[in-house]
T-cell receptor, first 116, second 111 residues
């Protein structure tokens, strides 16, 4: 299957700092990538849809100024958590959708963020 | 609002048992139903179902979609301890391929 990578896999930061998470599709092109967050024992909640070359579409209740998304190329999207607070601590997962073929979504391994 | 409901939420079985996981969906502009397995990290893709009544198989796992009744099942035969995970189903819409996930079924297979 297709491979999606995320970096970093784990990050610990101080409150007030910004954290950037990268999501890359390694062996396919993805015009669309998605960012999710997952709290313990809960399902994935879609935060935003990232389209290459255009602005991201945010889900209701997700602050676009706090969660900055940039989809600069067909293989890379970044999520920046600005001025992070402890309540932003979560598991952040990206997925990339194939531009061709069955257009299946494949998930990255996730980034665990802990804000102290 | 799109909605996906999975049942049961939790299931404990012994190795060798067969399990059936359920997923019902209400998705506007429905395109397909996807099943994922999530262990400690991010979900791994299992199946994508687009057509009704056609069973997809992969080893001991199989799945089928009923677009009339708006549900899907995931079967696992001869379960093994390595099958222990959360199984997620998601409805995918046509425009933008947005996924709506269910809460997941936590499957525990005991030796």
């Amino acid at each position: 299957g297709a491979v999606v990578s995320q970096h970093p896999s784990r990050v610990i930061c101080k409150s007030g700092t910004s954290v950037k998470i990268e999501c890359r599709s390694l062996d396919f092109q993805a015009t669309t990538m998605f960012w999710y967050r997952q709290f313990p024992k809960q399902s994935l909640m879609l935060m935003a849809t990232s389209n290459e070359g255009s602005k991201a579409t945010y889900e209701q209740g997700v602050e676009k100024d706090k969660f900055l998304i940039n989809h600069a190329s067909l293989t890379l999207s970044t999520l920046t958590v600005t001025s992070a607070h402890p309540e932003d601590s979560s598991f952040y997962i990206c997925s990339a959708r194939e531009s061709q073929g069955m257009k299946t979504q494949y998930f990255g391994p996730g980034t665990r963020l802990l804000v102290l | 609002e799109d909605k996906v409901v999975q049942s049961p939420l939790s299931l404990v079985v012994h190795e060798g048992d067969t399990v059936t996981l359920n997923c019902s969906y209400e998705v506007t502009n429905f395109r397909s139903l996807l099943w994922y397995k999530q262990e400690k990290k991010a979900p791994t893709f299992l199946f994508m179902l687009t057509s009704s009544g056609i069973e997809k198989k992969s080893g001991r796992l199989s799945s089928i979609l009923d677009k009339k009744e708006l549900f899907s099942i995931l079967n696992i035969t001869a379960t093994q301890t390595g099958d222990s995970a959360v199984y997620l189903c998601a409805g995918q819409e046509t425009s933008g391929s947005r996924l709506t996930f269910g809460e997941g079924t936590q499957l525990t297979v005991n030796p």
